[in-house]
């Protein structure tokens, strides 16, 4: 009767997926992201914006409340760029007092998929979200409100490894407390060939890198280094804008904008010429994508043989080429190019890396589970039943932020006495830009892919 009732909730389980789909993240972002990469930002904007209101109470809200905001952004609506990183910021503080999954949603997670638990971030997420709302705050003249957004950046990457490290921690007492039959069984299916295919292709991936120090973002450096030596109202704001501009050059290496910078916070800050920087956002960031394929595994019970084929999907970072490398900026009779200040590709690729332990250890588990589950049926029908489940939810969480740049780029030049600039890069229409009024002003260039139109906007930190 106990195993009769097992298939039924298994049968059940299987047509409950199946009934409402399982799709990974990627996927279902996907032709909202070919609008976005076309261009077409503001109807980008309105659709991600649309699936984020519905996700209250849901395990994507975070997710989908980033693509909006950056969409956004992009499209000069300060206001629903703001209220959507509002909304992802409050669950991600609410997911850190919460600190632990629930024990229905790891376990729930074990038997399916990692996208079935709560999406709190990533770390690099987390240090991004901040120094956006920062950024929009500054855009909207809002120059105080954006210090505690930078601190708050700040302590994100102060505790991301320490948060890492207790995710590997918990996720290795989780294969402790397995059987040991059970970890026999996970550590030979490690040696899958497929299994170590992937994770020889994702050493490869991560070839030719720079890294930076584990979660150190020089871009949310600078703009720390930049607020408090333009923005900073003390002897110790003008030091930390010291400090934080020195940890850009220590971390990315030499950039003539942040070495002026530098020199300018060493003498004492004092600029009275009037000046514009340029930051650009260009390309998209690398992003998660699914690999999925089946593993033997071998049962053997009163001196009988059987293998079981079970599903097994993992995330896989996918990095994208086409985007523009450089702007140009012409001031009066001064041309400069944007140099790089921060590679996303690099900080999302690190993050990856050091998450990957944890990816391993609970896909496995939960791959051994389900051969378990396999092998208990001895009815064929419920065996046909439980594989279809498995097939079904086997999905990897691909849930990654993809509408962040592939590079944040900075540039300065001496605001030109008619205040007009001319913005492009290499294949695309000129913009014309008249910076505001100031002695000091931002202007903020993105552009998605090569051939994309530029969006701007500016604001007046000084």
Known sequence: ???????????AGAIAILGTGCQTACVRKEPIIKLWECGNAPVAAQKFGDFADKQCGTNDLIDWHQEAALAFLASGDLTNSSRHLDIAASEVERYEDKAKYSVGDEFLS??????NLPYKGRSHEKIMLYTYRALNDLAAGEVEKARPELNHAY?????AVEANNRRIEAAQEKYKQREDTEREQIEEAKKDPQVTKQQNEMAKDLEGFKFYADYVNPFTAYLDGLYFLHAGMSDSDLERARKSLSRVIEV???????????KL??????????ITYVIFETGRAANLTQVKFSIPFVFKKNNKVEKFLVPVAFPKLVFHTDYAPELTIKAGEVTETTALVANMDSIVALDFKNEWPVILTKTMISTAIKFTTQAACENIYAR???????????IADTRSW????????VAQVMTPADRKLVLSTPGTAPVDVTVADGTVNVVYVKSVVANSPLSVCQFKLK
């Open 1 to 11: 009767m106990k195993s009769r009732l097992t298939h039924i909730m298994i049968a």
């Open 110 to 115: 074990i038997l399916t998929n990692q996208q």
């Open 155 to 159: 302590q994100c990457q102060q505790d």
């Open 252 to 262: 990315a290496g030499s950039n003539k904008c942040v070495q002026a910078d530098l």
């Open 265 to 274: 916070a060493e003498n004492g800050g004092n600029n009275t010429t009037p």
């Open 384 to 394: 046909l039943g439980v594989i279809v489940f498995q097939e079904a939810s086997t």
């Open 402 to 409: 993809e509408t962040l740049p592939k590079e944040c780029q």
